[in-house]
């Protein structure tokens, strides 16, 4: 039986124009995707990303505004789920207190996630896994564009 998905991710960008990254390893398989996670019954979008933020980065956050809504078809890549993702801009509360690294999948001992902070102007679709979110680097990278023309 075919359901739907309903996850929400936080783009934050930091003030080094930086965008967090995280890496994970689950189901079997290593990927790259911003933070966030799926809604639970019962909660709101808001109050998910907030909880997803905690439970990944210990870190409270503020949501500043809607970025982006899943406008097409995608599968999800671990079972028959239909996805759609919901972004946000988001603004840490305190600064993050995070093992930051500089490679993809730098796991510490024990850990399958790691974080790490690409630089708007160097980001590409390359640095994350799933279609949804390469849309929305392609849109990351044109609203800088046209910021900067």
């Known amino acids: 039986m075919s359901y739907f998905n309903i996850r929400v991710y936080g783009l934050l960008i930091n003030s080094e124009n930086q965008v967090l990254i995280s890496d994970e390893q689950s189901g079997g398989r290593s990927f790259s995707k911003f933070p966030g ?7 709101g979008l808001i109050d998910a990303l907030k909880r997803e933020f ?8 503020e949501v500043i505004s809607h970025f982006y809504t899943t406008d097409f078809y995608e599968q999800s890549s671990f079972n028959d789920s239909q996805i759609i993702s ?5 603004r840490e509360i305190l600064p993050l ?8 999948f730098d796991f510490d ?4 996630q790691a974080f790490r902070w690409v630089d708007l102007t160097l980001l590409s679709t390359d640095d994350v896994t799933f279609k949804t979110d390469k849309t929305v680097i392609e849109l990351l990278i044109n609203k800088k564009t046209n910021e900067l023309s």
């Open 37 to 43: 996670g799926g809604l639970e019954l019962g909660e």
């Open 86 to 90: 919901i972004y946000y801009i988001v």
């Open 54 to 61: 905690m439970e990944e980065c210990n870190a409270e956050i």
């Open 109 to 112: 001992t024990g850990m399958l």
């Open 97 to 104: 207190q995070l093992n930051f690294k500089t490679v993809a």
